[in-house]
Antibody
């Protein structure tokens, strides 16, 4: 069974930094692009960032470009998201998502973690 | 940027009813549309990919159709387990994850 388990979400002040992690199992991690997708309470999901299977190509939503950094470790089957200069509008559940394809522009989100909540508030 | 709209925004139906949800893209997306189901308090789940292909394990009462800018998700016979919010998502244009605003399905 495929598992994606996020961690690292918490209550943080505006302007601070945070690192989210995702541990995966049950599938061949290095065969798939991976993404972070967030969802503010009561809103539709919003794609945040994606990374190719080999980490050579990365993609970011305009709203997070320059503040978020995605990375992966194929040896550990893990995905990370480094978030800096947090804003109130970054408050959301952050989901680790497996793509059906090995390139991040593939965009077929076939497996999701349970999400980790990031709350940005003073 | 690509914009996605869905209608209705919410609906109430009885068990056994046929339910149809529509999704419209602001630009041609060919057939690069996915549909997701999100039950309350849970993560989204892929139901349909490439507009009309059923994801493995999804009940056959779900089906999708459409091409270009207009798409539909149909539940042939609504079940209590189908109470959820449904989202369409395009992935023909970047960014890859442009979602519609969602359609909430309740039991009448």
């Amino acid at each position: 069974e495929e598992q994606l388990v996020e961690s690292g979400g918490l209550l943080v002040q505006p302007g601070r930094s945070l690192r989210l992690s995702c541990a995966t199992s049950g599938f061949n991690f290095r065969d798939h692009a991976m993404h972070w997708v967030r969802q503010a309470p009561g809103k539709a999901p919003e794609w945040v960032s994606g990374i190719n299977w080999n980490s050579i190509s990365l993609g970011y939503a305009d709203s997070v470009k320059g503040r978020f950094t995605i990375s992966r470790d194929n040896a550990k089957s893990s995905l990370d998201l480094e978030i800096s200069s947090l804003r109130r509008e970054d408050t959301a559940f952050y989901y680790c998502v497996k793509d059906a394809f090995n390139f991040w522009s593939g965009g077929r989100f076939e497996s999701w973690g349970q999400g980790t909540l990031v709350t940005v508030s003073s | 940027d690509m914009q996605m709209t869905q209608s209705p925004s919410s609906l109430s139906a009885s068990v056994g009813d046929r339910v149809i949800i529509t999704c419209q893209a602001s630009q041609d997306t060919r057939n690069y549309i996915n549909w997701y189901q999100q039950r309350p308090g849970k993560a989204p789940k892929l139901l349909i990919y490439d507009a009309s292909n059923l994801q493995t394990g999804v009940p056959s009462r779900f089906s999708g159709s459409g091409f270009g800018t207009d798409f539909t998700l149909t539940i042939s016979s609504l079940q209590p387990d189908d109470i959820a919010t449904y989202y369409c998502q395009q992935y023909d244009n970047l960014p890859p994850g442009t979602f519609g605003p969602g359609t909430k399905v309740d039991l009448k």
